[in-house]
């Protein structure tokens, strides 16, 4: 049975205590839960924990797999996952909360799942200003990985309605908070370079950015291949050759297995010797940067190319195109 057929039974919460007291521990037991923020509703797991980060990907049908943004009830909160800067603090002392992210260095002993940053070694973090967000936040007192709320390819959800419409079945509750205000994602910096850059407009203004920081943004440069939507910037490549759809390693390859195609060597690594796509998708970037640092071309077993499938064969896909 592929991984995203609706099989729950998908809850309305208030945005009340009781309600979001139940959100919090629906997303300490690895569950999915939607909650409203000032830009669109979001679609929350706990992002240590690879395997409900893995299930965003599955209710959502995403075909490929983008870093995701981490929610934190407030800058000291967010400040555990990441290296925080002069320009980091002067925003977030402007804007946060509410509808912008900032992308910052991960801090050593993050504990945040690799599948979040898609295997970078920047995270994006975001403190929303919905009180309702700020409140579930506070309760479940962890990092929050969260997209927009709606299935892949379809627009983004600004009312609870048009959550339940796309997701109904796949995830565990959505807490109903009305209309989202800005109804427009979180404007993205990044903070990690030598100039802070626009990686996203959105919900805040650039202009207004600007001024905070008392210098222009750098713009993403379009033309640049390298740094078009779901390119290398976003993308972790592995230094070391990649050989898909492997039965076995050959002389010198490390092998990185699943299910019943397992790997013999005392390196080898199995994405899930179940065959279960979760588990894969959990593991996946973590797997890669481990056999990566070996040193060694990296052989990777077929995947089926089925719910989450599609998401691991596409990244796998690019780590393995040919490059200079
Ligand atoms: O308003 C919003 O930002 C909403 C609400 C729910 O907070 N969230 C949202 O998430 O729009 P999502 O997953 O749809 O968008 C995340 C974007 C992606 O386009 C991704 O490329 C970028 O953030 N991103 C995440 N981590 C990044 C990183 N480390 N470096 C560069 N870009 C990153
Ligand atoms: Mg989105």
């Given at each position: ?14 945005a009340?205590p009781?309600g979001?007291t139940r959100a919090a521990?629906?997303?300490?037991a690895?569950?999915?839960v939607?909650f409203?923020?000032e830009t669109v509703?979001g679609?929350?797991a ?6 409900a980060?893995?299930?965003?990907y599955?209710?959502k049908?995403?075909?490929?797999f983008?870093?995701l943004i981490?929610?934190a009830a ?6 555990r996952?990441?290296?925080w800067n002069?320009?980091?603090?002067v925003l977030a002392q402007a804007f946060w909360p509410g509808p912008?992210?900032l992308?910052l ?6 504990g945040?799942s690799g ?8 995270l ?14 506070q309760?479940?007192?962890g ?5 927009s ?9 600004t009312?609870?309605?048009?959550v339940?419409?796309?997701l109904?079945?796949r995830i565990?509750a959505?807490?109903?908070d009305?209309?989202?205000g ?5 404007t ?7 100039a802070p850059?626009l990686l996203?407009p ?11 920081l008392?210098?222009p943004?750098?713009q ?6 390298l ?5 290398l910037?976003?993308?972790y490549a592995p230094n070391e050759q990649?050989?898909?759809n ?8 490390v092998?990185?297995g699943?299910g019943?195609h397992q790997g013999?060597g005392p390196?080898d690594l ?6 279960k796509?979760?588990?894969?998708a ?7 940067h481990?056999?990566?640092?070996l040193?060694r071309p990296?052989a990777?077993a077929?995947?089926p190319d089925?719910g989450?499938?599609?998401a691991?064969?596409?990244?796998l896909a ?7």
């Amino acid at each position: 049975m592929p991984d995203n057929t609706p099989s729950k039974d998908t809850k309305i919460l208030t945005a009340d205590p009781a309600g979001l007291t139940r959100a919090a521990q629906l997303l300490q037991a690895g569950e999915l839960v939607s909650f409203a923020t000032e830009t669109v509703y979001g679609l929350g797991a706990d992002a240590r924990q690879g395997e409900a980060v893995a299930a965003i990907y599955a209710a959502k049908g995403r075909p490929s797999f983008n870093p995701l943004i981490v929610h934190a009830a407030s800058a000291e909160a967010a400040q555990r996952y990441v290296l925080w800067n002069g320009w980091a603090e002067v925003l977030a002392q402007a804007f946060w909360p509410g509808p912008l992210t900032l992308v910052l260095p991960l801090r050593p002993k993050h504990g945040i799942s690799g599948l979040v940053t898609a295997g970078l070694e920047t995270l994006a973090v975001r403190v929303p200003a919905q009180p309702s967000a700020q409140r579930l936040l506070q309760i479940f007192d962890g990092p929050v990985a969260a997209p927009s709320a709606n299935p892949s390819g379809r627009i983004s959800p600004t009312l609870a309605s048009h959550v339940f419409a796309g997701l109904n079945g796949r995830i565990a509750a959505i807490v109903d908070d009305g209309a989202c205000g800005v109804g427009l994602e979180s404007t993205i910096v990044g903070l990690a370079g030598e100039a802070p850059i626009l990686l996203r407009p959105g919900g805040l203004a650039a202009e207004e950015i600007e001024e905070a920081l008392g210098q222009p943004l750098r713009q993403r440069d379009v033309q640049d291949p390298l740094t078009a939507p779901g390119q290398l910037l976003s993308h972790y490549a592995p230094n070391e050759q990649v050989r898909l759809n492997a039965a076995a390693a050959r002389n010198g390859e490390v092998f990185l297995g699943f299910g019943a195609h397992q790997g013999s060597g005392p390196e080898d690594l199995n994405l899930s010797p179940d065959g279960k796509l979760t588990e894969a998708a959990a593991h996946l970037f973590d797997y890669l940067h481990q056999l990566d640092g070996l040193g060694r071309p990296i052989a990777v077993a077929p995947i089926p190319d089925e719910g989450l499938g599609a998401a691991i064969n596409d990244r796998l896909a690019r780590a393995a195109a040919p490059r200079d």
